[in-house]
């Protein structure tokens, strides 16, 4: 068995479709295949905006809907299927849950991601006729049939041992070489529809990888596999053929967004490698993510950025000696679920920084004034201070610890720019080396780097 992953881009439109079914053809050639799809690309934010008009009561909707609907309408038609009266169902059950927002004037999580789930629902029914429509059998499966999830809407969390379980059913009762999955929608123990979140659709491609012991996930997008750099940003970027679960998952936290971190965990353990290929050009090589990739002559594989960098500083002579501050902290910053990207801290022990979204950082000042409020009274602890504006950029390779020179050579290579370092912090993974800069310098940064190593 092989998982085939196509993102939004790679079913936009009707040549991008006829691509995918060339890739699935010529795929169920080697090894029974389960595809995976996403919605049509910008589908997912046009549903949630239609969500959010209809709770505002914003009669405009009707027409952003209409629009959505006619665009998977001329798809069809474009594609030259007949009429799909599971579309005209589908297209009908939004328009009736998305009238209910209206009247009720309420969009609670659990609706948006009812909301959310037809954009792939309507994508992979698609692609599934137009496979049948060339004469390429499949077999249709739900994806709320077979991934299980507690009831977090928005961001479930799957329960392993019953997406297996239904994985094994629904294969065992639907025999076929090819299997279509629409990504990123599950649904609880109670039959409701959650979604996986960020990434979701290569989450659920990770998640059949496992419960249906894969020997391979390809992932299919629009570029050809994992760069240095981003080639958008740096022109010299080139591709990574090889690289480790650990790389991939360093470069992929820090902003190169190929693939997503909580696509490469499930498939760590049972060491399944992944192949990023791109759906425009199917001849290029791609990138192969695996346990022990082959030794290249450097080190060193690549760069990423991550921006809308909100940096959290807390000082005070209070800390000193005193233990449980870094705790109490990062308690704060939990209980409202703000992520901590990089942290830093002082061998005094005076100061702390730690570096999270932006869109984060009103609550967390909050949360974390709210929570030292005695010691800021006591002038013990400054108020926390909140500097917005930065990005992270990361050098990941193998065992940089033992790579002499590596910090000083980054370091130079911006000095030389005159770019200004605000904060410095390496992974104990001893994978990647990151600093902390002005938005403002991160394009020039990422190239002054790149061409002192690559």
Not at 5 to 25: D, H, L, M, Y
Not at 68 to 82: A, M, N, S, T
Not at 386 to 397: D, K, N, P
């Amino acid at each position: 068995m092989q998982i085939l992953k196509f993102g939004g881009s790679s079913v936009a439109s009707a040549p991008n479709i006829e691509r995918v079914c060339a890739i699935i053809e010529q795929a169920i050639q080697a090894d029974k295949t389960m595809v995976v799809a996403s919605a049509l690309g910008g589908c997912t934010d046009k549903l949630v905006e239609i969500g959010h008009m209809a709770a505002d009561r914003n009669p405009a909707y009707t027409s952003l809907l209409d629009e959505l609907i006619l665009r998977h309408e001329e798809l069809v038609q474009q594609l030259g299927l007949p009429e799909q009266s599971e579309l005209h169902g589908l297209m009908k059950e939004l328009r009736e849950v998305c009238r209910g927002v209206f009247l009720l004037q309420e969009l609670s999580l659990r609706t948006l991601d009812l909301i959310m789930s037809f954009g792939e629902l309507l994508s992979t029914t698609i692609l599934s006729r137009f496979l049948h429509h060339k004469g390429i059998t499949n077999c249709w499966i739900d994806a709320r049939r077979t991934i299980r999830t507690n009831h977090r809407y928005g961001n479930a969390q799957v329960d392993m041992e019953a997406t297996t379980r239904h994985i094994e059913h629904q294969i065992n009762t639907c025999p076929s070489r090819l299997y279509i999955v629409p990504g990123f929608i599950s649904s609880n123990d109670q039959g409701i529809t959650t979604t996986l979140g960020r990434g979701g659709s290569d989450y659920t491609a990770s998640l059949l990888a496992v419960c249906a012991k894969a020997r391979m996930l390809e992932i299919w997008t629009d570029v050809s596999g994992m760069m240095t750099a981003d080639p958008r940003v740096v022109p010299q970027a080139r591709p990574i053929p090889h690289i480790s679960y650990k790389e991939a998952l360093e470069l992929s936290h820090f902003g190169a967004r190929v693939v997503y971190p909580p696509t490469i965990q499930p498939v760590v353990s049972h060491r399944i490698p992944i192949k990023i290929k791109n759906t425009f050009a199917p001849e290029e090589p791609g990138t192969l993510i695996e346990q022990n990739p082959p030794e290249s002559d450097s080190r060193l594989r690549g760069l990423s950025a991550s921006g809308h960098i909100a940096l959290l500083s807390m000082e005070g002579s209070g800390m000193v000696g005193i233990p449980g501050y870094s705790a109490r902290l990062f308690g704060a910053l939990a209980a409202e679920e703000i992520n901590i990207i990089l942290i830093t801290q002082a061998s005094s022990v005076h100061t702390m920084c730690v570096a999270i979204d932006e869109k984060n950082a009103e609550s967390a000042k909050k949360a974390v004034d709210d929570t030292f409020a005695y010691e800021i009274s006591l002038q013990k602890v400054e108020p926390l201070r909140v500097e917005t504006g930065f990005s992270i950029i990361s050098l990941v390779g193998d065992d940089l610890q033992q790579q002499s020179g590596t910090g000083g050579r980054m370091f130079e290579a911006l000095g030389r720019k005159n770019i200004n370092i605000r904060a410095i912090a390496q992974g104990s993974s001893e994978k990647n080396i990151s600093t902390v800069v002005g938005t403002a310098d991160e394009a020039e940064a990422l190239r002054a780097i790149h061409e002192a190593f690559f």
